[in-house]
């Protein structure tokens, strides 16, 4: 029945968690780092929220702090744990179980985001494995976000249910206006959001297969995919970039845009980017707009890839050719030798043009796009606001709209990924 058991013998950070045995029926376990979280019930108010779905559910969050967290975070810890305690005392009949574990202030080398989740996520394979269920699904939360009442039962039927599929993206939308915030951080969240969804039109139309929003919060997977990839990764901060690069080339991965997931807008320390750090640096320096990314650097990775093909069984002088005609900044980013090596190395282990094309987007991944897109900014192009980028981006992909207003463009291009 273990499927998971040598694994977490060598792998897993703690021994187990949580003593009581997980329901045999249990499907989904949502895991939720909470650091500094005294308002945790928000999160589980939501979640409660949700429409039942057709298995059984688990909350698992851990509280935590770095060494040499401050008294009032820790304080706010203890605050978070009473509240969980609170809670689940008032919501005894709640059709999910909720549990936390308190990792204080692990004496754990590099302990940030990347390692509470691995502690999460590692409880939660070790639950399915007592279970016998490696196809159970682990799904990445914050706590500070809220959730649409079918989150559940979308996870269920779209990724629980479905054999074909592994994993996924969960949409996700920051809430653009309200009572709870300032308006300076609406308006910044705004434009935030504009820049993440732009970023990702981008790679999309420079032709890259792989293109998902990878945001902690918002992310999902079978444990049998946990495993492959080798569990959570331990950086302090975007682990979950790093950790989705890895479950994609698996296959079976998908965009879950039939639910949302709502993450705060709030400017937060906790990590040294993501949604809080862009807020709290946006209005410490009370700019009046954000630079994005400029769309010419995406045309050439378009020209870049729209000929890979091409290169299947070719020889060294048509790989030397195809190098010359490529773009400046592409070939300033890439030497020379370097392409010729791999290009070589991967026509000379494949056989098809679909295996030569799959090993090649494993060498030029996201990894590489993000790399490259920071090395020709600056010097081969400047960075533009992010209204009059996304605004030229729509109408090179043949959106012609009239606003440059962060907000509508917004709205346009959430619009735009629901339909693609």
Not at 4 to 13: K, P, Q, V
Not at 144 to 168: G, I, M, P
Not at 218 to 237: D, P, S, T
Not at 250 to 266: A, K, M, N
Request: hydrophobic share 35%.
């Amino acid at each position: 029945m273990a499927f998971a058991t040598e694994w977490l013998d060598r792998r897993a950070l703690f021994p187990e968690l949580i003593s009581e045995q997980p329901d045999p029926q249990t499907g989904i376990i949502v895991v939720v780092p909470a650091y500094d979280e005294p308002e945790i019930t928000v999160l589980l108010d939501s979640l409660s929220s949700c429409n039942n779905p057709d298995c059984r559910v688990e909350i698992i969050i851990i509280v935590n702090a770095p060494p040499g967290a401050g008294r009032e975070i820790l304080k706010n810890n203890t605050i978070c744990i009473n509240n969980i305690e609170k809670w689940k005392k008032e919501n005894a009949g709640c059709f999910f179980r909720t549990y936390y574990y308190n990792a204080g202030e692990p004496a754990i080398r590099g302990w940030g985001a990347g390692l509470a989740r691995k502690t999460g996520m590692d409880e939660a394979i070790r639950r399915f494995d007592s279970i016998g269920k490696p196809g159970g699904v682990i799904v990445s939360l914050d706590a500070d976000c809220t959730v649409d009442k079918n989150y559940f039962t979308e996870l269920c039927n779209q990724l629980l249910k479905r054999r074909d599929r592994t994993a996924c993206s969960i949409s996700f939308e920051h809430p653009l206006s309200g009572q709870e915030f300032a308006d300076e951080v609406y308006k910044y969240v705004t434009m935030y959001e504009l820049h993440m969804r732009y970023y990702y039109q981008g790679v999309r139309y420079s032709g890259y297969p792989y293109a998902f929003h990878t945001i902690g919060s918002a992310i999902a997977f079978k444990a049998e995919v946990y495993l492959k990839a080798g569990g959570m990764n331990r950086r302090q901060a975007g682990e979950d970039f790093y950790f989705v690069q890895k479950i994609v080339p698996q296959g079976g991965y998908f965009e879950l845009d039939s639910t949302t997931v709502h993450p705060s807008p709030r400017r937060s320390g906790r990590v040294p980017f993501g949604t809080g750090a862009v807020i709290s640096k946006l209005l410490d320096e009370s700019v009046d707009g954000l630079l994005t990314y400029n769309p010419a650097a995406f045309r050439e990775l378009l020209l870049l890839f729209s000929g890979i093909e091409k290169l299947f069984r070719s020889d060294e002088g048509r790989i030397i050719d195809f190098y010359n005609n490529l773009p400046a900044g592409v070939r300033s980013f890439i030497d020379p030798i370097e392409w010729i090596t791999k290009i070589s190395e991967i026509r000379d282990n494949t056989s098809n043009p679909d295996s030569f094309l799959k090993r090649f987007y494993g060498w030029f991944n996201m990894f590489r796009i993000v790399k490259y897109l920071n090395h020709v900014h600056p010097g081969m192009f400047e960075k533009q606001p992010v209204a009059d980028a996304a605004y030229e981006l729509l109408s090179i992909i043949g959106h012609h709209v009239k606003s440059k207003d962060p907000y509508e463009l917004l709205v346009y291009y959430r619009l735009l990924e629901r339909k693609s």
